[in-house]
């Protein structure tokens, strides 16, 4: 086995412009300078991008799954959502 | 095993059962990883030793289109590979780890790369009946549980609509050109048939994996489901070829709605899965060679980008 | 040498140095050091076949003599082959092959770069579309230089053994055959005078940035583009015309 491995990076492409980068997948890269350089040869055979990011994958920190109640405060609010509110349909799109 | 580890074990299996897949971070049963970890990397390792026998033919392709085709093809091959690689890595394994495992022999690829690749034909059979074969899988696949796994597929699967078709384009060229090419066709034909149908694994019945990796929707068709859908699907395509199959059992059956297909020759199946085809030894030297010639390249990128680094660090203490 | 006869033959010297190094770096895939570089250089190896195939097509309409994109790239003797010696070099090792690549890739910019300009509209279009792919090839082969030149020392080792090596293979991309004269002075092709200058700049800089020495000999090996080649060739043409030999006239 090697000394050392090169790093594993998380590839995020933009397909046009306009939209937003969207997590690809990952590489192996000794530095972002070949991360961009792989993932363009990896993620990109096929016209899927215009642009770019990547990070290495250990700088990404993660919510914890067990922790679901995190997001369950967010739930009850429905208040928030455009189909809490009875609008007549004569009054047309709002 | 604790009562906590029980019901940990029975909610998972009410998420499985409720189609919710299962990302990284998500409590799972370790033998969920270990099987998971295996098969994926066994699939990773297929990809990886299958560019072989077809990259045997890039330099010898008959023109420069079927050339740019192949290269393209087993350059997928690798990406494919890489892609689920890293799928495998979110289970807490590394790339490195992988493929030791797969140069010590520890770890198993598809025992079709374990076939020659002969004629030119070849390309045109595997890329019809063997990645005709693996799609059956892997669209399959697209919907397993572990949600890595699953997105890797969806990208492969699309990448490879083009591999099969060109296979068969292959075929049809050499079918209807001249007696050499046919008989050329039909040769490949005759080599590739069994071995494509043992790509999906033993029959059901004597496949130890099976039952636990349905219940955990890894899979979601057994072996022979899988088998007989390749037959009906493949059968029409060879007579359109005015090709035979080399099984004089493999008839129609009206009542059933399917192909009837002769018995696999399992010893040879097993023997080659045991490391006894006609390639084995060729392709893992030739992988190993590679890995060991690479060494250096690896090193030396890694030693230069350490170099950068403490250049920027040495660069940032002047400035400050 | 009639105009056209210079043209033909000007075509073909770009698209055989475009096949037979693509043919090699094809050699390579599933037999690199990293999975992410099988990939790269596979990429490079599709640009230059996809390059050559239109340089073929557009030599095939010059000569006028109905032969196809194949005919041309696989049917004819090593000595019609016109591709500088440079580019049929074997893969000794990936510091062979990442050399070969950037003292290729730095000439093939400069030149596609002025090539654009041509008087000719073809040669104009394919090297438009060609220099997007080329300005890749050579960030890519840079990048390695420095890499491993400035790596370890065992590679630093290797790349200045490949860079010795191979450097008397360089001046013959600088070289002018009557085919390029009448080119030039037609307003086709570049001036070699003028990208010379500019080729060894480049290597230079990319040199130092790798930590490598310039190679003190100044010998030089030339005859590629007159059709007489290094022994590697023939090794390589037995395998890319094994099927067009063995299987005379026939559709693939």
Redesign the interface.
Known sequence: MDKKEWPLWEVFIRSRSGLHHKHAGSLHAVDATMAIENARDVYTRRNEGVSIWVVESTHIMASDPEQGDMFEAAKSKIYRHPTFYDIPDEIGHM | MSPEILSLEERFQSRIDAEIKIEPKDWMPEKYRKTLIRQISQHAHSEIVGMLPEGNWITRAPSLRRKSVLLAKVQDEAGHGLYLYSAAETLGISRDELVEQLLTGKAKYSSIFNYPTTSWADMGAIGWLVDGAAIMNQVMLTRTSYGPYARAMVRICKEESFHQRQGYEIMMTLAKGTPEQKAMAQDSLNRWWWPSLMMFGPNDAASTHSAQSMKWKIKRKSNDELRQAFVDSAMPQVEYLGLTVPDPDLKWNEERGHYDFGAIDWDEFWSVVKGNGPCNRQRMRTKQKAHKEGAWVREAAMAHAEKRRQRAVEQDEKVA | MTKQEALFIYTLQLADNC?ILG?RL??L????????????I??I??DL??Q??SL?QYAAEIEGKGQT??QL??LREGSAYRNVLLVEYPNE??AYTMVRQFFFDVHHYLVLDQLKKSTDERLAAIAAKSIKEVT?HL??SS?WM???G???T??HE?MQNAVDELWLYTDELCTMNEADQLMIEAGVAPNQAEIKPLYYAKIEEILEKATLAKPSHSWQQYGGKEGRHTEYLSH?LT??Q???RT?PN???
Request: with cysteine; glycine share 10%; proline share 2%.
């Open positions: 096949l043919q094809s050699e895939c599933g037999h690199g050091p990293e999975l992410e570089t099988d990939i790269g596979s990429n190896a599709l076949i996809g050559c195939r073929y994109e194949d790239a696989m090792d990936f890749y960030r890519y990048e420095i890499r491993l400035d790596g370890t065992e590679s290797r390589l395998d890319l094994y099927m067009q299987y026939m559709e693939w």
